[in-house]
Protein backbone atom coordinates (compact mmCIF):
# COMPACT_ATOMS: atom_id res chain seq x y z
CA UNK A 1 0.00 0.00 0.00
CA UNK A 2 1.93 3.45 -0.91
CA UNK A 3 0.58 7.19 -0.77
CA UNK A 4 0.97 9.90 -3.11
CA UNK A 5 1.35 12.36 -0.52
CA UNK A 6 4.25 14.68 -0.89
CA UNK A 7 5.80 17.04 1.11
CA UNK A 8 8.41 19.98 0.91
CA UNK A 9 11.42 20.09 2.70
CA UNK A 10 12.65 22.55 5.46
CA UNK A 11 15.84 23.57 7.47
CA UNK A 12 15.32 22.89 10.30
CA UNK A 13 12.46 20.39 10.13
CA UNK A 14 13.56 18.74 6.81
CA UNK A 15 9.80 19.85 5.46
CA UNK A 16 7.21 22.16 5.58
CA UNK A 17 5.23 22.10 8.18
CA UNK A 18 2.43 24.62 7.91
CA UNK A 19 1.73 23.62 4.04
CA UNK A 20 2.00 19.43 5.35
CA UNK A 21 -0.69 20.69 7.86
CA UNK A 22 -2.82 22.46 5.75
CA UNK A 23 -2.68 19.57 3.05
CA UNK A 24 -3.71 17.36 5.82
CA UNK A 25 -6.98 19.82 7.22
CA UNK A 26 -8.81 19.57 4.04
CA UNK A 27 -9.06 15.74 4.77
CA UNK A 28 -11.97 15.06 6.71
CA UNK A 29 -11.62 12.69 10.06
CA UNK A 30 -13.09 9.12 9.48
CA UNK A 31 -13.75 6.20 11.80
CA UNK A 32 -15.34 6.23 15.43
CA UNK A 33 -11.85 6.59 17.05
CA UNK A 34 -12.76 9.01 20.40
CA UNK A 35 -9.36 10.48 19.88
CA UNK A 36 -8.23 10.82 16.14
CA UNK A 37 -8.23 9.36 12.88
CA UNK A 38 -6.85 6.30 11.35
CA UNK A 39 -2.65 5.78 10.47
CA UNK A 40 -2.09 6.99 7.30
CA UNK A 41 0.83 6.85 5.22
CA UNK A 42 2.87 8.78 2.95
CA UNK A 43 5.53 8.89 0.60
CA UNK A 44 7.44 5.57 -0.24
CA UNK A 45 5.54 4.24 2.88
CA UNK A 46 4.04 0.52 2.73
CA UNK A 47 2.68 -2.08 4.95
CA UNK A 48 4.25 -5.85 3.72
CA UNK A 49 5.35 -9.24 5.29
CA UNK A 50 8.12 -9.21 7.81
CA UNK A 51 10.98 -10.08 5.37
CA UNK A 52 12.15 -12.98 7.93
CA UNK A 53 8.88 -13.77 9.53
CA UNK A 54 5.93 -13.90 6.94
CA UNK A 55 3.28 -13.89 9.20
CA UNK A 56 4.17 -10.39 10.65
CA UNK A 57 3.11 -7.45 9.33
CA UNK A 58 5.46 -3.78 9.48
CA UNK A 59 5.94 -1.09 7.72
CA UNK A 60 8.57 -0.65 5.06
CA UNK A 61 9.88 2.45 4.16
CA UNK A 62 12.24 3.37 1.48
CA UNK A 63 14.14 6.85 1.96
CA UNK A 64 15.08 8.53 -1.80
CA UNK A 65 17.34 11.79 -2.01
CA UNK A 66 14.79 14.68 -1.42
CA UNK A 67 11.87 12.57 -0.43
CA UNK A 68 9.94 12.17 2.98
CA UNK A 69 7.87 9.04 4.12
CA UNK A 70 6.20 7.32 7.06
CA UNK A 71 2.74 7.64 8.51
CA UNK A 72 0.99 9.84 10.52
CA UNK A 73 -2.61 10.26 12.28
CA UNK A 74 -4.59 13.13 13.27
CA UNK A 75 -5.66 13.26 17.14
CA UNK A 76 -8.64 15.15 18.97
CA UNK A 77 -9.04 16.60 22.38
CA UNK A 78 -5.33 15.33 23.05
CA UNK A 79 -3.12 16.72 25.43
CA UNK A 80 0.81 16.21 25.77
CA UNK A 81 0.35 14.08 29.25
CA UNK A 82 -2.18 11.91 27.33
CA UNK A 83 0.52 10.33 25.29
CA UNK A 84 2.51 8.89 28.21
CA UNK A 85 3.39 5.44 27.69
CA UNK A 86 2.00 5.44 24.34
CA UNK A 87 4.51 7.40 21.67
CA UNK A 88 6.84 4.64 21.01
CA UNK A 89 8.10 2.20 17.41
CA UNK A 90 9.97 -0.36 16.88
CA UNK A 91 12.62 0.04 13.67
CA UNK A 92 15.36 -2.16 11.95
CA UNK A 93 17.64 -0.20 9.61
CA UNK A 94 18.46 -2.72 6.49
CA UNK A 95 22.47 -2.39 5.80
CA UNK A 96 24.11 0.40 4.90
CA UNK A 97 21.22 2.52 6.07
CA UNK A 98 21.19 3.86 9.67
CA UNK A 99 19.74 7.30 11.54
CA UNK A 100 21.31 10.59 11.13
CA UNK A 101 20.44 13.49 9.88
CA UNK A 102 17.48 14.59 12.71
CA UNK A 103 15.87 10.86 11.11
CA UNK A 104 13.95 8.74 11.82
CA UNK A 105 11.60 11.00 14.28
CA UNK A 106 8.20 10.99 15.75
CA UNK A 107 7.13 14.73 15.47
CA UNK A 108 4.20 16.20 17.49
CA UNK A 109 2.32 19.05 15.83
CA UNK A 110 1.67 21.31 18.56
CA UNK A 111 -1.49 23.88 18.54
CA UNK A 112 -0.35 25.94 21.48
CA UNK A 113 -3.21 28.31 21.96
CA UNK A 114 -5.97 25.43 21.69
CA UNK A 115 -7.50 27.03 18.44
CA UNK A 116 -7.18 24.23 16.49
CA UNK A 117 -5.35 25.41 13.70
CA UNK A 118 -1.49 24.99 13.42
CA UNK A 119 0.58 28.79 12.59
CA UNK A 120 3.88 28.91 13.08
CA UNK A 121 5.88 32.47 13.81
CA UNK A 122 5.65 35.09 12.50
CA UNK A 123 1.57 34.04 11.74
CA UNK A 124 1.21 32.11 15.36
CA UNK A 125 2.83 30.50 18.55
CA UNK A 126 2.55 26.61 17.65
CA UNK A 127 5.22 24.58 17.09
CA UNK A 128 6.68 20.98 16.20
CA UNK A 129 8.34 18.82 18.64
CA UNK A 130 10.55 16.32 17.85
CA UNK A 131 11.23 12.87 19.17
CA UNK A 132 14.31 10.90 18.22
CA UNK A 133 15.77 7.17 18.55
CA UNK A 134 19.13 6.91 20.64
CA UNK A 135 21.70 7.32 19.62
CA UNK A 136 21.13 10.19 17.24
CA UNK A 137 23.09 8.65 14.95
CA UNK A 138 25.14 5.58 13.40
CA UNK A 139 21.95 2.98 14.60
CA UNK A 140 22.19 -0.52 14.35
CA UNK A 141 22.31 -1.86 10.76
CA UNK A 142 21.74 -4.89 9.65
CA UNK A 143 20.35 -7.42 6.32
CA UNK A 144 17.88 -9.74 6.83
CA UNK A 145 17.88 -13.38 6.23
CA UNK A 146 14.73 -14.56 4.20
CA UNK A 147 12.76 -17.39 6.46
CA UNK A 148 10.89 -18.42 3.67
CA UNK A 149 8.58 -19.38 6.27
CA UNK A 150 11.08 -22.20 7.14
CA UNK A 151 13.19 -22.04 10.44
CA UNK A 152 15.86 -19.70 9.64
CA UNK A 153 18.50 -17.62 11.98
CA UNK A 154 17.14 -13.90 12.12
CA UNK A 155 19.54 -11.27 11.18
CA UNK A 156 17.44 -8.34 11.37
CA UNK A 157 18.45 -6.15 13.85
CA UNK A 158 15.06 -4.63 15.78
CA UNK A 159 15.23 -2.00 18.92
CA UNK A 160 12.45 -0.58 20.75
CA UNK A 161 12.43 3.11 21.19
CA UNK A 162 9.89 4.29 23.81
CA UNK A 163 9.90 8.25 23.23
CA UNK A 164 8.35 8.89 26.48
CA UNK A 165 10.90 7.23 28.54
CA UNK A 166 13.76 8.95 30.85
CA UNK A 167 16.44 9.30 28.11
CA UNK A 168 16.99 13.32 26.62
CA UNK A 169 14.87 12.22 22.85
CA UNK A 170 12.89 16.16 22.70
CA UNK A 171 13.68 19.31 20.84
CA UNK A 172 11.37 21.38 19.39
CA UNK A 173 11.11 23.74 16.18
CA UNK A 174 11.30 27.04 16.07
CA UNK A 175 13.27 26.75 18.70
CA UNK A 176 12.21 30.39 19.39
CA UNK A 177 8.44 28.56 19.79
CA UNK A 178 9.66 28.18 24.31
CA UNK A 179 11.22 30.08 26.35
CA UNK A 180 14.18 28.88 27.42
CA UNK A 181 14.32 26.94 23.67
CA UNK A 182 14.49 23.34 23.85
CA UNK A 183 17.19 21.53 21.53
CA UNK A 184 18.61 21.35 19.38
CA UNK A 185 18.48 17.51 19.28
CA UNK A 186 22.12 16.20 21.32
CA UNK A 187 22.20 19.93 22.63
CA UNK A 188 22.36 21.20 26.33
CA UNK A 189 18.95 22.15 25.75
CA UNK A 190 17.58 18.59 24.81
CA UNK A 191 15.08 17.47 27.02
CA UNK A 192 13.67 13.90 27.99
CA UNK A 193 9.72 13.16 27.49
CA UNK A 194 9.14 14.37 31.28
CA UNK A 195 10.68 17.78 30.75
CA UNK A 196 9.18 18.30 27.83
CA UNK A 197 5.55 17.74 28.86
CA UNK A 198 6.14 19.84 31.95
CA UNK A 199 7.82 22.72 29.70
CA UNK A 200 4.76 22.39 27.19
CA UNK A 201 2.24 22.48 29.77
CA UNK A 202 3.42 24.99 31.90
CA UNK A 203 4.10 27.39 28.56
CA UNK A 204 1.14 26.41 26.77
CA UNK A 205 -1.42 25.56 29.01
CA UNK A 206 -4.45 25.48 27.00
CA UNK A 207 -2.24 23.19 23.99
CA UNK A 208 -3.28 20.89 22.12
CA UNK A 209 -1.76 17.71 19.90
CA UNK A 210 -3.09 17.95 16.70
CA UNK A 211 -0.91 15.10 14.99
CA UNK A 212 1.55 12.30 15.41
CA UNK A 213 3.91 11.68 12.67
CA UNK A 214 6.89 8.75 11.99
CA UNK A 215 8.94 10.49 9.62
CA UNK A 216 12.19 9.38 7.72
CA UNK A 217 13.50 12.36 5.34
CA UNK A 218 17.44 11.77 5.69
CA UNK A 219 20.26 9.66 4.07
CA UNK A 220 18.38 7.08 1.41
CA UNK A 221 18.12 3.68 2.22
CA UNK A 222 15.17 1.34 3.63
CA UNK A 223 13.60 1.19 7.19
CA UNK A 224 11.25 -1.38 8.56
CA UNK A 225 8.82 -0.47 11.57
CA UNK A 226 6.53 -2.53 13.42
CA UNK A 227 4.39 -1.63 16.72
CA UNK A 228 4.07 2.40 15.55
CA UNK A 229 2.17 3.69 18.03
CA UNK A 230 0.36 7.12 19.17
CA UNK A 231 -2.07 6.58 21.53
CA UNK A 232 -4.44 4.03 21.51
CA UNK A 233 -3.74 3.16 18.04
CA UNK A 234 -0.86 0.72 16.89
CA UNK A 235 0.12 0.46 12.96
CA UNK A 236 0.80 -3.16 12.92
CA UNK A 237 -2.37 -4.21 14.25
CA UNK A 238 -5.79 -2.57 14.73
CA UNK A 239 -4.40 0.73 13.44
CA UNK A 240 -3.67 0.26 9.81
CA UNK A 241 -6.02 1.67 7.37
CA UNK A 242 -7.31 -0.94 5.63
CA UNK A 243 -6.97 -4.97 5.95
CA UNK A 244 -3.04 -5.17 4.36
CA UNK A 245 -2.92 -8.44 1.82
CA UNK A 246 0.65 -7.90 0.85
CA UNK A 247 3.08 -10.68 -0.80
CA UNK A 248 6.15 -12.02 0.56
CA UNK A 249 9.04 -9.23 0.23
CA UNK A 250 12.89 -9.33 0.54
Known amino acids: MKSSLRVGLLAASCFSLASFLAFAQ ?20 ETVRDPENPQNIVLRLEVVAGGASGAYRD ?17 AFVAPHTCGGGAPRMTLFIDANGD ?15 GHPIPFGACDTSLPTPSNDQPATSTLVWRFEDLTDVLPRWEVTPSTATNPPIGPIGGAGTLNWDALEAAISAQFPNHQVLRAMLV ?18 TLGTEGQEEAPNPGPRN
Open 26 to 45: SEQPRGPEPHGTNWKLFGTA
Open 75 to 91: LRNTKIWHLDHQLSFKR
Open 216 to 233: EDAAPGVTYYDLVTALEL
Open 116 to 130: GRFDQAPNGPDFAAH
